[in-house]
């Protein structure tokens, strides 16, 4: 039939695993289609045919959830057409479609999730949420208790008000003029930590999320990552409703 696609493109395209990764699934027999399984690579199949992989049907992919430690010069996306690093290239076992919810600076490093599921990024990324994301910033220079009362207070970056929770300072280097800077933001705007030390003069050597909400990167390393606990997914969401109708 015309509109007839072979397996592994319907299953690609379906975005539960790339093309190469649907060959294999396929050949390893976790593919079954109308009930039956199906290990030959150029089997057709067509709009009415149900497709399922491990046993789910393909369009009805299970809500996965990750923790991501992100390491330095990766991009928080699914793809970058100059082909370089992105944060789905550290999850390479996993075949949903999983995106990062909110994102990183290329050069921030810290905790991000992904999920392939888009209600849950939605609530998370809801500007009214009152998850506390906790960053760690080396600046050049060393604020004063005047600068970290502003920080606090709210400072104008481009038009825009941005305003920390907390900010306080964990320790200043005086030989290195340079200070480690505690903030905790709960709102999540376009590179919003290094702009709010920007606009007050100290530009951010370093910048790293350690904290999202109750999850830290406790016994990890760059480039690591872990599935959530479903409890875990729960706490979550119940922090992100707490101010979201
Ligand atoms: N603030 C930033 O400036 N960059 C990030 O990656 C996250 C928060």
């Known amino acids: 039939m015309a509109n007839e696609e072979r397996l592994q493109k319907v299953i690609a395209h379906a975005g539960v695993a790339s093309r190469r990764k649907a060959e294999k699934l396929i050949q390893d027999g976790k593919v079954r289609v109308n009930g039956e399984t199906v290990t030959e690579l150029g089997t057709k199949v067509g709009p009415n045919d149900e497709v399922e992989v491990n046993g789910v049907p393909i369009d009805k992919e299970e ?13 928080s996306s699914v793809s970058d057409d100059k082909g370089r690093k992105v944060v789905t290239d550290y999850l390479p076992e996993v075949d949903e479609r999983i995106f990062p919810i909110g994102r990183l600076d290329y050069d921030t490093s810290g905790i991000l999730l992904l999920t ?30 005047e600068q970290m009362q502003q920080l606090r207070k709210g400072v104008k970056a481009d038009g825009e008000y941005l305003k920390a929770v907390h900010a306080k300072i964990l320790s200043t280097d005086g030989k290195k003029n340079s200070a480690i800077v505690q903030v905790i933001l709960h709102e999540g705007k376009n590179r919003q930590v290094r702009r709010m030390f920007d606009s007050l003069g100290f530009p951010v050597d370093k910048l790293k999320r350690e904290r999202y909400g109750m999850l830290d990167l406790h016994g990890m390393n760059a480039g690591d990552y872990r599935a959530l606990k479903p409890h875990e997914v729960k706490q979550l969401r119940q922090l992100a409703e707490k101010n979201v109708e």
């Open 63 to 75: 809500p996965v959830y990750y923790l991501l430690y992100k390491p330095r010069g990766v991009i």
């Open 116 to 145: 392939n599921d888009g209600e849950f990024a939605n609530l998370l990324m809801h500007p009214r949420h009152e998850v506390d994301k906790v960053y760690v910033v080396k600046t050049k220079g060393i604020p004063s208790k």
